[in-house]
């Protein structure tokens, strides 16, 4: 297998677990990053994100001599006097004026480091980046000896890792073949299949994928709400669709909505690209308005559970909020379904108390406002009129919901990702409303 010398750009969740797992597979690696406090805890093997393996494996390769920590690309690109074969573009493509993704920092970066990346070196792009970033970055580089290809990540958090190292596929696109092909090799040791195509196909699969995740949900969401509406059980409805090979069982569950830091991000980014082509993407539309209806729907579910009536006032009913983060396995607040049922449920004057395994007490961030967290669940529950389960995280499953009923003021419980098993909280004394279960 050859090894490389690769340049890593970014040491966010995509960049540090880039960084890791390919030394994991035998290359030397220099991870660079502008926050130098940030590369001095890397350095010594601190890791700030919520991954399973990663800081292992970060430690495995500083140990080994193949993991190196750097400030800033330049020093990347000098880390060896030979310089990087392959440099990885990770840094954050936030969401920027209308939904566009804001490319300013891919752009710094290759402004930096376009005299000093080294003839022969491959650019690749690793962040999320619209159609056409790829010829964006060759044009700004103007180097006819460096070679710009597009190679998207398709990492879950809490599963980075997992992801990284066993692939459904691996995506690489550009002009020059070459190019693509010695990137597509630096995967080779995990034998995934891989699509080698031009880079505006390859920037566009990693959209197209996410969106059609979202609107897998959207449609189960949807669904879920008809079986509540018909009398009919999505989990059955759901088992019985996804045996069928051409659905699968995966991204069948209902919720509260889906979120996260990349499906409401890469759906309007989708939006965006589609008008600039002057096309209306109708369904990416749709799954964008079930995604909030869904959000809207589980408050009425509480408002019903806990008023009785449809309409019925929830000013100042103290509601629990089991699970904040936007899935179970991460800390990850960012757009929360939970967060976005929990700000509609404030609006309606209901006062909030919040638990959730990932989170302490006195986490700043700004979207907790108005939710007293607290790090017991038995004590969020404390004089609740209702307990509103809004993240999967599988702990809520053995809580005693027998010492939860004498705790609450009303038990009921408003499971909104049909996580426990009815039975055992009916036996506790609660009632259990789930999504689609009638
Ligand atoms: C997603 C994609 O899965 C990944 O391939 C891409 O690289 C980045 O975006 P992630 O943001 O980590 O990954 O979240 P994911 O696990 O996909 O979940 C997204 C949202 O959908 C979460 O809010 C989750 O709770 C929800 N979800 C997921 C459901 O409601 N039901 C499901 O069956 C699966």
Redesign the pocket.
Same mark, same amino acid.
Not at 153 to 158: A, K, S, T
């Given at each position: 297998m050859f090894v490389r010398r690769i340049a890593v750009v970014g040491t966010g969740y995509v960049g540090l677990t880039t960084g890791a797992c390919l030394a994991s597979l035998g290359h030397d690696v220099v991870c660079a990053d502008v926050d130098a406090a940030k590369v001095e805890r890397l350095r010594r093997g601190e890791i700030d994100i919520l991954e399973p393996g990663l800081a292992e494996l970060v430690a495995e390769g500083m140990a080994a001599g193949r993991l190196t920590f750097v400030l800033g690309a330049t020093s990347a690109m000098r880390h060896t006097a030979e310089g990087p074969e392959v440099m990885f573009l990770c840094v954050p493509t936030p969401m920027g004026v209308g939904g566009v993704a804001d490319l300013s920092i891919v752009e710094a970066v290759v402004e930096e480091v376009r005299e000093l990346l080294p003839p022969g070196c491959v650019v690749v792009n690793k962040s999320t980046v619209p159609v056409g970033t790829a010829e964006r970055t060759a044009e700004l580089l103007a180097r006819d000896d460096v070679a710009v290809v597009s190679n998207p990540?398709? =990492?879950?958090?809490?599963s980075a890792v997992y992801d990284f190292l066993n692939p459904d596929r691996i995506v690489v696109g550009g002009s020059q073949q070459d190019a693509a092909e010695r990137v597509a090799a630096l995967y080779a040791r995990l034998g995934a299949p891989t699509v080698l195509t031009d880079a505006p196909s390859a920037e566009l699969v990693k959209y197209a994928?996410?969106c059609f995740?979202a609107m897998k949900?959207s449609y189960v969401n949807a669904v879920a709400e008809l079986c509540d509406r018909l009398g009919a059980d999505i989990t059955d409805v759901t088992e019985g669709m996804g045996y069928d090979k051409r659905i699968g069982q995966a991204?069948?569950?209902?919720?509260p909505g889906?979120?996260?830091?990349? =499906?409401p991000k890469d759906t309007s980014a989708m939006l965006q690209l589609a008008d600039a082509a002057d096309f209306e993407f109708r369904l990416i539309r749709a799954t964008i308005d079930t995604n909030t209806r869904q959000r809207q729907r589980m408050v009425e579910k509480v408002r019903l559970a806990v008023t009785g009536k449809r309409g019925g006032s929830l000013s100042h009913k103290r509601i629990a909020l089991f699970g904040l983060t936007?899935?179970a396995g991460t800390d990850d607040l960012r757009d929360s379904?939970a967060l976005a049922v929990a700000a509609l449920l404030r609006q309606a004057g209901a006062d909030l108390v919040g638990y959730d395994p990932a989170l302490r007490p006195d986490n700043p961030h700004p979207d907790l406002t108005g939710v007293t967290v607290v790090d017991d669940p038995y004590l969020a529950a404390k004089d609740a009129e209702a307990v509103v389960v809004l993240t999967?995280w599988p702990e809520f499953r053995s809580l005693d919901w027998s010492r939860l009923a004498e705790s609450v003021s009303r038990p009921t419980v408003i499971d909104t990702r049909n996580l426990l098993d009815p039975a055992v909280a009916r036996r506790g004394g609660f009632e259990w409303i789930g999504i689609g279960k009638s």
């Open positions: 990540e398709f =990492l879950r958090e809490g994928a996410n995740l949900l991204f069948l569950q209902p919720g889906w979120g996260g830091s990349c =499906l936007f899935k379904p999967e």
